[in-house]
């Protein structure tokens, strides 16, 4: 089965002003490069599925957006789309997940992944032992934090390079330096 062709590049928060343009919450490192001027990015799901509407004639078509303009603000980015003109043609994309075809996505650094490839990985100890499986994860102000499912119930890791000290994407295994406890079966003593 073929990988996803598309990453989750943000998320329209709302609308900001009359001339059509919105705050973006920016899922991605890059949004300096993603939100350039002329860069395009579909309308999608929060899987990272296109979302496909139908045209007039009853066509298959995933919505397209394409960056006139765009700006640091507070915590997200203001951008202006060719396509947006007015305050409510802004406010029907409110909500919409953007996406970006991997193939126009930056190249990754030798120690980066993309977060949907953290889903499924297998969790192993430095020695080796299955811990068990990446479910989600979760951006919370003071880091990514991965929830594993493991034989004792659910945990909660930082993706800090002390504890998450390799990620093998091509093995699909993180390598969990368990000797902080976070492993330990749900804090029960024995």
């Given at each position: 089965m073929p990988g996803p062709e598309y990453a989750i590049v943000g998320l329209i928060r709302k609308?900001?002003?009359?001339?059509?343009?919105?705050?973006?919450e920016p899922l991605t490192d890059k949004p300096d490069v993603i939100f350039a001027s002329g860069s395009r990015v579909f309308a999608g799901t929060s899987k990272g599925d296109p979302a496909v509407v139908h045209d007039v004639k009853g066509e298959e078509e995933i919505p397209t957006l394409?960056?006139?303009?765009?700006?640091?603000?507070?915590?997200?980015?203001?951008?202006?789309?060719?396509e947006l003109q007015d305050r409510d043609s802004a406010e029907l994309w409110r909500g919409r997940y953007l996406l970006a075809p991997f193939s126009e996505l930056p190249a990754l650094e030798e120690n980066e992944v993309y977060l949907h490839d953290l889903i499924?990985?297998?969790?192993?100890?430095i020695a080796g032992a299955e811990l068990g499986r990446v479910t989600t994860f979760y951006e919370l102000p003071q880091g990514l934090v991965l929830d594993i499912a493991t034989p004792a119930g659910s945990v909660m890791i930082p993706y800090r390079p002390e504890i998450v000290v390799r990620t093998d994407v091509h093995a699909r295994t993180i390598s969990i330096?368990?000797?902080?406890?976070?492993?330990?079966?749900?804090?029960?003593?024995?």
């Open positions: 609308a900001q002003g009359i001339r059509g343009e919105v705050i973006v394409t960056v006139a303009e765009s700006r640091p603000f507070k915590k997200g980015w203001i951008v202006h789309f060719e499924g990985m297998k969790a192993v100890s330096n368990d000797t902080f406890g976070f492993m330990d079966a749900s804090g029960a003593e024995e």
